[in-house]
DNA sequence: CATTCTCATGTAATCGATTACATTAATAAT
DNA sequence: ATTATTAATGTAATCGATTACATGAGAATG
């Protein structure tokens, strides 16, 4: 009803409430009496502007309700504004920090964030390099570790390998650059901990046998062991796959152990968690008559029965920096290329609760 | 070193790697022999096209290694592929199996996933709007029912309001379409299971105050405690959040009552941890001392010392459900407008596992 | 005062796919 | 044989923003 407000050009017919204003740059440029050269620079290169003309144009964008067009931005520059995140598991809480940390650090550079599980996805590769060539994303974070060499190679032959970083896991075989924790300093802060408290007998679950934090940790605990002069059986190594289950069946194998351990060191919360859910069911308590330590600290290490000590990776830090890697890789400024591949690497600490206690007849005494 | 791996075609004179091959509709219209349009309508209606052509177009598109540019197309079609799934709290585990079931029904259809975590967004509101307008998207799927009607009210404004499902949560104003447990329903089970076991002065740990769940199982819980006609006591109805935090401070406040519960139905899992977790610190057992009922079925569960039982929500479905409604909004086929606004309801089932047993000193007969 | 240089802005080509409309060939109808 | 009809394909406009290049107005220089 008012007089100046309307842009009836294109009403298309159907005259219900349907009303697809579709604000285009051209549009904003009449209002403010300029050209889309001069409205396209007012949002990407407003220091061209005279302070002036400037203003007229954003009068102009706030007066019609102007929002850039994502697709018609992406098809002529090429950049779509959105990186993709591949997590191998959105099941386990462990990821949901560094989702968050992710997406603080991209939304800054209004970046959008997409996710993908590539348990759903048959052929991760494929995939990506589709999104890649489709302009979909500029770039990716991959969680996973386990991409075969095969998928690798695609990404290298499509030219997008240099827009890939991993954070937490990574490939040792391909020089590509990572954001993870000091897993193998995290591995001897456990054992450590379990030596001072007088075990001698410690046990461990690996992860999945093909998994670099699996390696990373055992070698970890296994020199640790080593220098503390601790005993050996190859028993006390048991292999898991940082899931619940697999902390329960891990529990079982211990269990039937003639020369049990005094305490298991895991490469996970979720294994922990799995497995003194199975020691507790078998009339074992935790810690008197057996210490458990885990690996990552989710949330809820602190809310089980009992509190579960366990190393703390500082989740949103790793998902931060992964993010500012990345956008170094999609949008360079200061690093070289060379700088961008050594890995970087996030400190981790030992958070002591109530898993771990002295062993049940030991002499606390010792070296200390 | 094989034989007939190579596609050695455009190798386009730079030798080294970055093959920025671009290979457009156009190229792919050149080696077939025949038009763009043709091109496009084999891969949009290739019923269209005879059978020669459509081989021929084929062809020369794995020749090629032609994919579709996603942004051209979006930005002609005005159609993004990609819907948003707006999460309260990625940190949740028990997101992660909704996420899954989404990104399956999705996945057949083409269509990417975006998710995006309320906790980081300042203005939700102002954020989809974009997105739509900016067709970066072409639907919503809200995990959250606390969007303030404000936001509500910019949807329809903008006309994007019939684009958007709620799933698990929803909003009571206004007539969106939504899948849900039969949260009641699930209420209703965790009491009367506590009734059989013998409990006759049961707690309930809410979630917070303005949430639809919240409201739905605290109703189903005094309604089945009113038809048990089971003691009343405002004490006995605590406050909390859904999370682990709420469980623990939900413990303290049960610990000082004077007149205490013999069990606490817990608005979810998460809840019930911390709960359990505070009371055994107190040194209360569970189920011995309390029992102690969740909501979800959250994987852990299972794990937990000792086993929660819970109310089980079908995840995954509530997942598929959700994505499935919002491609009929999209993309209409079947159902008439109105019909997609009654929510559609996905039964839960109560488990029963460790963390419920008979009160302490109670007569087991009575009524049955 | 003429000339060169800067700076602010405009003009128009371009990104790649889709699709309304036009054209042609093939078939059916008169 | 001629026209109407249908089916298959082509032509070219279009979606909306960006940006290389062009233009023109002042400022600086000689």
Redesign the interface.
């Known amino acids: 009803m008012s007089t100046r407000n309307v842009r009836k050009d294109k009403t298309n017919g159907s005259g219900t ?4 204003k579709n604000v285009r740059i051209r549009d904003v440029a009449e209002v403010a009496g300029v050209s889309t050269a001069t409205v396209s620079r007012a949002l990407s290169n407003p220091e061209l502007l005279t302070e002036a003309t400037r203003d007229s144009v954003f009068a102009a964008i706030r007066a019609t309700g102007y ?6 931005r ?2 002529r520059t090429r950049q ?1 504004g959105a990186i993709l995140v591949l997590v191998p ?5 462990f990821f ?2 560094i ?2 940390g992710i ?2 650090r991209l ?1 800054e550079h209004d970046m ?6 590539t ?2 996805l048959a052929t991760a590769g494929e995939f990506l390099v ?2 890649f ?4 994303i500029d770039g990716v974070i991959c969680l996973d570790g386990s991409l075969p060499e095969t998928e690798l190679e695609q990404f ?1 032959k ?2 997008v390998a240099d827009k890939i970083v991993f954070a937490c896991e990574w490939v040792h075989s391909a020089g590509l650059p990572s954001v993870r924790s000091d897993n193998v300093e995290g591995a001897r802060l456990a054992v450590r901990h379990l030596h001072e408290l007088g075990h001698r007998k410690i046990a461990h679950v690996t992860g999945p046998g093909d998994n670099v934090l699996t390696h990373a940790r055992r070698q970890g605990m296994l020199e640790e062991r080593a220098r503390l002069q601790l005993p050996v059986r190859d028993e006390w190594i048991v292999r898991g796959d940082f899931s ?1 289950e697999s ?2 069946s891990a529990a079982m194998r211990i269990l039937e152990l003639d020369e049990k351990p005094t305490a298991v060191f895991c490469a996970s919360d979720q294994v922990a ?2 497995l ?2 199975t020691l ?2 078998h009339g074992l308590i935790v810690p008197d008559d057996i210490s458990v330590v885990g690996f990552d600290d989710i ?2 290490a ?4 009992p ?1 579960l000590t366990t190393i703390r990776q500082d989740r949103r830090a790793l998902g931060t920096k992964a993010a500012s890697l990345l956008l170094e890789c999609v949008e360079p400024k200061t690093t070289r290329p060379a700088d961008r591949l050594k890995p970087v690497v996030v400190g981790v600490d030992l958070v002591v609760r109530e898993s771990t206690a002295p062993p049940k007849n030991a002499s606390v005494s010792a070296t200390g």
């Open positions: 409430s349907v009303l697809q929002r850039v067009n994502k697709a018609a992406t098809l779509a598991n959105l099941g386990n809480p949901s920090q989702l968050a997406n603080e939304g959008s964030v997409l996710i993908a599980d348990a759903n589709d999104h060539l489709n302009s979909q290298r499509n030219g619940l902390g329960r968690f799995g003194m859910s507790e069911a949330e809820l602190d809310f089980y029965v509190a």
